[in-house]
């Protein structure tokens, strides 16, 4: 019985009788539209691995092949605006140049929603997937310490973990707004990102 009420309460409400609609309740929505779908940039990841150590590029049908270094993408593209902005010319994305000293989850969005940075005032904050479309793959740590950034450092600055206070060295993180519903090792519920 149930189902049969929300079956047609959703036949009604998807109706395309607009005769209900008062003049005010009718909303003018400017949808962006975006000559492409969303670009995946490349890892620029070029060597490759067995399971165990690098190997030589391997053959097609060789164990080994079709991994991320067979394949050339969208090369990482940067463009800096001199305002304090980077432009992701493969994405269409800007983003502060600054990924800022650490803060909490909601001072993030507190940040975002406040900021005015490169004269606009629409910043956000990021999605899981839009901040990974940052990440260098190419990036390497040994244990706690940096060697290779995993974020381009020629474009962006991301401050390391503070080594005197007891930090290590990649505990930076830079947030984002997607939730995550599973279990983390610090009991959370939302993901970040480490880009050293």
């Given at each position: 019985m149930n189902w049969l009420i929300i079956g047609?309460?959703?036949?009604?409400?998807?109706?395309?009788?607009?005769?209900?609609?008062?003049?005010?309740?009718i909303v003018d929505i400017e949808i962006p539209v975006i000559g492409k779908p969303y670009a995946i940039v490349d890892t620029g990841t070029k060597v490759f691995y067995s399971d165990n150590s690098v190997i030589s590029i391997p053959a097609e049908g060789q164990i080994y092949y079709g991994q991320d270094a067979t394949y050339n993408g969208n090369e990482p593209s940067y463009t800096n605006n001199g305002d304090g902005t980077i432009t992701?010319?493969?994405?269409?994305?800007?983003?502060?140049?600054?990924?800022?000293?650490k803060i909490t989850f909601d001072e993030a969005f507190t940040k975002a929603n406040a900021s005015t940075l490169g004269n606009y005032n629409d910043w956000r904050v990021p999605t899981l997937k839009e901040m990974y479309?940052?990440?260098?793959?190419?990036?390497?740590?040994?244990?706690?310490?940096?060697?290779?950034?995993?974020?381009?450092?020629?474009?962006?600055?991301?401050?390391?973990?503070?080594?005197?206070?007891?930090?290590?060295?990649?505990?930076?993180?830079?947030?984002?707004?997607?939730?995550?519903?599973?279990?983390?090792?610090?009991?959370?519920?939302?993901f970040w990102c480490q880009f050293c």
């Open positions: 047609i309460l959703f036949i009604t409400a998807c109706s395309n009788n607009d005769s209900n609609l008062d003049e005010a309740q992701d010319n493969v994405t269409g994305l800007m983003w502060e140049q600054s990924m800022g000293e479309s940052l990440i260098l793959f190419t990036g390497s740590v040994k244990g706690a310490v940096a060697i290779d950034f995993f974020i381009d450092t020629n474009y962006f600055n991301q401050p390391l973990g503070d080594t005197s206070i007891g930090e290590r060295e990649i505990d930076a993180q830079t947030w984002t707004s997607t939730q995550y519903v599973g279990l983390t090792m610090y009991a959370g519920d939302c």
